[in-house]
């Protein structure tokens, strides 16, 4: 036997959460375009299903009971979500659908979003929700339909595409490093969280010791590293295609030679069954032609 739902009414819950919010069921009414008595009965309703009191009179004033608290919590993110979603189904709604994409802020900046258009101008009927991951996620949790990682490919119950290998320089502004300085000596390393072992394994590939590899500010993502960088703040190692533009136009400059191989890649992910969906099948053809058209991209 299937239990009945203990499903109060939206404008009761809306009575309640405008109540709960001014103290006041006169603001509220006045905020709901109702009466008075119509938001008391509509909270008197509420409470006999709850077969709890919601609010308190004191001195003939009005006070949340411990229920109410406790309710209005839940409540407050009922309408919120039922109002994202009522704005989502106006914006994107008819005859369009919605491709979610999960992303490493800097390389959404930096690598994805110019290309973009690209994809909308061939797929009006598709729209983007771009959405950045600053910690390490699951594709599956996500909420995403396509995500793009760094990584070694193995995400259990999604379907893996390598897009490329990058390579890992040094940065910092013209004149940050005397010329002739070496590695070795003492500069102000700029740590990435992401990647906390950058430093010591530049060195350690050169066969280089240095005790302040692991010290150093510490930021959040390359991007602040790069900003860093370019305010003479100290050296940033970092992908070299995140400040080919930089090095382009003499913001940023290498101090030392040796380029690094990641050992990691750039992939693209999707959940296993979702390849044949129509719109993650048309992003991953575009992307595939993408590459293929800019190989050095």
């Given at each position: 036997m299937i239990s009945k739902r203990l499903t109060p009414s939206m404008t009761a819950l809306q009575c309640f959460e405008a109540a709960a919010r001014h103290l006041s069921f006169t603001r509220a009414a006045e905020e709901l375009h109702l009466t008075q008595s119509a938001v008391s009965k509509q909270v008197a309703q509420l409470e006999e299903m709850l077969c709890h009191n919601l609010f308190e009179r004191v001195r003939q004033r009005l006070y949340l009971s411990p229920a109410g608290s406790l309710y209005l919590t839940e409540v407050h993110k009922i309408l919120t979500q039922v109002d994202i979603s009522s704005r989502y189904i106006l914006t994107y709604g008819g005859e369009t659908e919605v491709l979610r994409i999960a992303t490493q802020p800097t390389f959404g900046d930096r690598w994805l979003v110019p290309k973009l258009k690209d994809f909308a101008a061939l797929h009006p009927n598709i729209h983007l929700d771009v959405?950045?991951?600053?910690?390490?996620?699951?594709?599956?949790?996500?909420?995403?339909?396509?995500?793009?990682?760094?990584?070694?490919?193995?995400?259990?119950?999604?379907?893996c595409i390598e897009l490329?290998?990058?390579?890992?320089?040094?940065?910092?502004?013209?004149?940050?490093?005397?010329?002739?300085?070496?590695?070795?000596?003492?500069?102000?390393?700029?740590?990435?969280?992401s990647r906390p072992e950058a430093w010591h394994e530049w060195f350690l590939e050169q066969g280089l010791h240095s005790q302040n590899s692991y010290h150093g500010p510490r930021f959040d993502t390359f991007y602040m590293c790069i900003r860093a960088a370019q305010s003479s703040y100290g050296v940033a190692l970092v992908p070299q295609y995140l400040v080919a533009e930089e090095l382009a136009n003499g913001s940023l400059m290498i101090p030392w030679d040796y380029t690094m191989p990641s050992d990691g890649a750039h992939f693209i992910a999707h959940a296993e069954h979702a390849g044949e969906i129509p719109k993650v099948k048309a992003f991953l053809n575009w992307m595939t032609d993408y590459l293929g058209a800019h190989p050095d991209f």
């Open positions: 959405r950045n991951e600053l910690e390490p996620f699951d594709v599956l949790q996500a909420k995403a339909d396509i995500a793009f990682f760094f990584g070694q490919g193995s995400w259990p119950g999604a379907t490329f290998r990058e390579a890992v320089v040094p940065v910092c502004a013209p004149g940050f490093v005397a010329e002739g300085s070496d590695a070795s000596s003492r500069h102000t390393l700029l740590q990435c969280t």
